[in-house]
């Protein structure tokens, strides 16, 4: 059956995603305010437009079937409640999915699941709880790791630094490859609830930036002395068993972050 998504979010993440979503056969409408978004997604065959436009398309609303939301909080005062409007426009069955992040849980040190506490304050915790409340059975929330892939990877931001803290923490990233696949897995088969989406790899920066940093043609990267020890690791147990075969790229592969 073909789908109709709507994506409101088109960068670094979204543009790929709606290329494979449309490769996949769904039918792909795209939100944004840019104007050479909108042309490079239409020299695609995507469709894209405003989200005042998005509201007042009464049939494409009517007939959305999966809604993504891809993109970060932004500083605007209207943010949420436009947001909102938009979610409250959604017909009953439409299953929204929401790209959040990790980065709402506390700092704690341990193993980090699903139920671990999160801090309310933060930005992208709003959403979760404005999507939620809005959509109870309807949502799927995606907790993604730090993003690694084309053109992506955070060594080259530690390269430039002297010192970079925590060396014997570990790292929680997640693929752009791996993340698409999820999405699309929980498009064709949809799951409800919250989701952590991150490697199952979890080296400590130490190594893992330094590897990174050979591989990239970089000086070795310089972390500060320290004792602290592996901060969170985050757990994405519950993701795999839905999906066994969905993390098929390793964030050591740093081939595919150039």
Not at 94 to 117: A, C, Q, R, W
Not at 139 to 156: C, E, M, Q, W, Y
Not at 232 to 238: L, M
């Amino acid at each position: 059956m073909k789908n109709t998504i709507v994506l409101w979010g088109v960068g670094w993440l979204g543009i790929p995603l709606a290329q494979s979503l449309q490769k996949a056969g769904n039918s792909v409408w795209c939100i944004t305010r840019s104007e050479e978004k909108k042309a490079f997604l239409a020299s695609n065959g995507i469709h894209a437009e405003s989200i005042e436009d998005f509201q007042k398309n009464h049939e494409l609303i009517s007939t959305c079937s999966t809604f993504i939301i891809a993109l970060p909080p932004t500083k605007d005062s209207d943010f949420l409640e436009q947001m909102k409007q938009t979610i409250q426009l959604l017909p009953a069955e439409t299953h929204i999915i929401y790209t959040s992040s990790i980065g709402v849980y506390l700092p704690i040190s341990g193993l980090v699941d699903e139920n671990s506490p999160i801090d309310e304050t933060h930005a992208v915790a709003q959403i979760e709880k404005l999507v939620s409340t809005y959509k109870p059975y309807k949502s799927t929330i995606l907790r993604l790791g730090g993003l690694i892939g084309p053109k992506r990877h955070p060594v080259h931001f530690l390269a430039k630094r002297n010192q970079n803290s925590n060396p014997n923490q570990v790292v929680n990233l997640v693929h752009q490859e791996d993340v698409i696949r999820v999405i699309e897995a929980m498009v064709q088969t949809p799951f409800f609830g919250i989701f952590n989406v991150c490697s199952s790899e979890n080296p400590l920066r130490k190594d893992y930036y330094n590897e990174a940093a050979n591989a990239f043609g970089l000086e070795p990267i310089g972390f500060e002395k320290s004792t602290s020890e592996k901060g969170k690791i985050v757990d994405s147990s519950k993701l795999v068993q839905l999906f066994p075969a969905v993390f098929s790229m390793s964030i050591q592969h740093f081939e595919s972050c150039k």
